[in-house]
Every structure is written in C-alpha cells, then in structure tokens.
C-alpha cells in the first residue's frame, strides 16, 4: 500500500490486497452469470474507472467497455436527486448485455437514473456492479446485483473515489476525517 502522509485520512478501510481479493471474487460471479455471452460493461466516468478496469481484467468472458458521464447535483452533503447524461455511450447497447459499473451507490438516486435510462435503449439485459455499496443512505429503492463491499456511512476517497477531484488514484479506500482538513 502506497502511504503517502495524507493528514485528511483517518482510516484505512480496505487495503490493496482486500481490494484485489475481492474484485477476483466478484469477477468470478459475474463470468459465471455471463458463461455463455459477452458483456459489455458501462463505467461511469471518472470514478468507476479505476474499478472498471481492475473488475475488467479479472473477467473469462469477452467483454466490450464503453463510458457515461454525469452531471450530478447530489453529493455525500447536498440535496440529491438531479441527474442528467454529460457525455453519452459511443455506441449503442441495443441487444447487449450491459453491466453499468459505479464506484459507489449512495442515495441510488445517480444508478436509478442511469439503470432506467439505459434500460429505455433496448439491451437484452441490464445489472448493477458497484465497488461501493453505502445502504445507511439510501433513498432510491435500487437492486444491486454486484458488490464488493458495504461501508458505513462515512465519506470515502481512493480507489476512482474523490474529494474535490483529488485522491482518486490512491490504491486503498479510505474514510476522510469529518472536518477534511
Ligand atoms: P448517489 O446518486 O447518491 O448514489 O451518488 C453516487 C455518487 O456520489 C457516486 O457515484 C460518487 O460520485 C458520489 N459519492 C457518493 N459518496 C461518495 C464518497 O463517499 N466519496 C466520493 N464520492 C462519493
Ligand atoms: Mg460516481
């Protein structure tokens, strides 16, 4: 584990090998589910991305990889729920299997949105990978088919996840101190 002296940091909650343990066993599950087609998985752009990639590398199946951004007006303190589609997919998902990969679900208002969304342009399936499953807060009743871990409900940084855009390459998941300074 990288351990650069982040005075922010309060505690380290999954360290690298926890990390890489876990997403082996996740892609495990979801090449199982997939045996028999590919995938194509859909990360929401930047915090998924780290994620994505790792998940992507692990999986047996053929798999396609394409990217959304959002623009959202819900955050870990704000009022949730605004969300609309930034930069679209390059391609279409019509008759795909589709597997939309978050870095974390909060509220849910940002996966229902997306999940609903995609599912309106035809794809013959459609689930719901999240590095990061925070349930303390949830206010969007959503089905998640795929998760590494559950956190309590503490705002967390590395891994794709940010505070103020920083901190997303860190190689462990961490929760930030209250006052983040
Ligand atoms: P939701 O719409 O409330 O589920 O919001 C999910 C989005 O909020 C995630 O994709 C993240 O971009 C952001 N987010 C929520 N919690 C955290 C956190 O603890 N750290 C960093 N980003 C977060
Ligand atoms: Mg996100």
Redesign the pocket.
């Known amino acids: 584990m990288k351990t650069p002296a982040l005075p922010m940091i309060e505690r380290v909650l999954f360290t690298p090998e926890q990390i890489a343990a876990r997403i082996t066993e996740v892609a495990a599950e979801i090449s199982e589910r997939y045996w028999n087609g590919s995938l194509k998985m859909i990360g929401?752009l930047k915090?998924s991305v780290f994620f994505l990639t790792a998940l992507a590398r692990e999986l047996t199946i053929p798999v396609k990889v394409d990217f959304l951004a959002i623009s959202?007006f819900?955050?870990?303190s704000g009022a949730?729920g605004v969300?609309r589609i930034a930069k679209d997919l390059d391609e279409s998902i019509e008759g795909e299997d589709v597997l939309l990969v978050?870095?974390?679900?909060?509220?849910?208002?940002?996966?229902r949105y997306l999940m609903q969304t995609l599912a309106g342009r035809g794809p013959n399936s459609i689930s719901l990978c999240t590095m990061l499953d925070?349930t303390p807060r949830r206010i969007v009743p959503l089905q998640v088919d795929f998760c590494c871990f559950e956190i309590p409900d503490r705002?967390?940084?590395g891994c794709g996840?940010?505070?103020k855009q920083l901190y997303r390459n860190l190689d462990f998941i961490a929760v930030m101190k209250a006052d983040k300074s």
């Open positions: 929401v915090g959202s819900s955050n870990h949730p969300v978050e870095d974390i679900v909060d509220t849910g208002f940002t996966a925070r705002f967390v940084i996840l940010d505070y």
